[in-house]
């Protein structure tokens, strides 16, 4: 079941990683053609889309090996009683 959560990152770090920018670039078109800005709005926010990305995937990757440390450290049980050398 781990292992499912751990895929389930995957597909998390992708949606982090494209959503920002598109949202982004399409706010700053939309901004362009309702309020006649200039291609310098698409320009500022397509960076702005860029580095919000870079940030969410950081933060994303650490957050997948902080789960992927947690899955591979498991412990082995304490040994019985009976099972002593």
């Known amino acids: 079941m781990k292992l ?8 998390q770090f992708g949606f982090s990683v494209v959503f920002p920018t598109l949202f982004f670039l399409l706010l700053a078109v939309w901004l ?3 309020f006649g800005l200039g291609l310098w709005i698409v320009a ?3 960076i702005l889309g860029l580095l919000t990305s870079f940030s969410t995937a950081r933060s994303c990757l ?3 090996r902080k789960a ?3 899955v591979s ?6 040994t019985a009683f009976n099972d002593h050398k």
Request: net charge negative; no cysteine; glycine share 12%.
């Open 44 to 46: 500022v926010l397509g």
């Open 4 to 11: 499912l959560s751990l895929l389930m990152w995957v597909g």
């Open 68 to 70: 992927a440390g947690e």
């Open 62 to 64: 650490r957050s997948m």
């Open 32 to 34: 362009r053609d309702r």
């Open 73 to 78: 450290s498991q412990e082995e049980p304490p």
